[in-house]
């Protein structure tokens, strides 16, 4: 059974950090990420680590938004991506959901992904 579970999550000063954790079981993938859904609007992409298997090739990717202030890191022999926050802004609120997925080419969007977490609540206070 293939589980993500997130942690890390809390509540900041605007400009403040927090690195959110997310442990994958059950089975690998290439591609793990992270959305997020702030209220009254659609879950949005934020930042995705994609691994080559059999190679030490890796990509990460950013929404333009958060470019500059959020890293996105994965452990393969953990199973784990992680994502650090930085310089968090009050628009950064959101839940924030771990996502997981295999040979799809889509990063940016939620059909690229397979599995998902059930999400970790950030709010940044202004």
């Known amino acids: 059974q293939v589980q993500l579970v997130e942690s890390g999550g809390g509540l900041v000063q605007a400009g403040g950090s927090l690195r959110l954790s997310c442990a994958a079981s059950?089975?690998?993938?290439?591609?793990m990420g992270w959305f997020r859904q702030a209220p009254g609007k659609e879950r949005e992409f934020v930042a995705a680590?994609?691994?080559?298997?059999?190679?030490?090739?890796?990509?990460?990717y950013y929404a333009d938004s958060v470019k500059g202030r959020f890293t996105v890191s994965r452990d393969n022999a953990k199973n784990t991506v992680w994502l650090q926050m930085n310089s968090l802004k009050p628009e950064d609120t959101a839940v924030y959901y771990c996502a997981a997925g295999w040979g799809s080419p889509i990063i940016d969007a939620r059909r690229g992904y397979d599995y998902w977490g059930q999400g970790t609540q950030v709010t940044v206070s202004s």
């Open positions: 059950g089975r690998t993938f290439s591609t």
């Open positions: 680590f994609r691994w080559n298997t059999g190679s030490t090739y890796s990509s990460t």
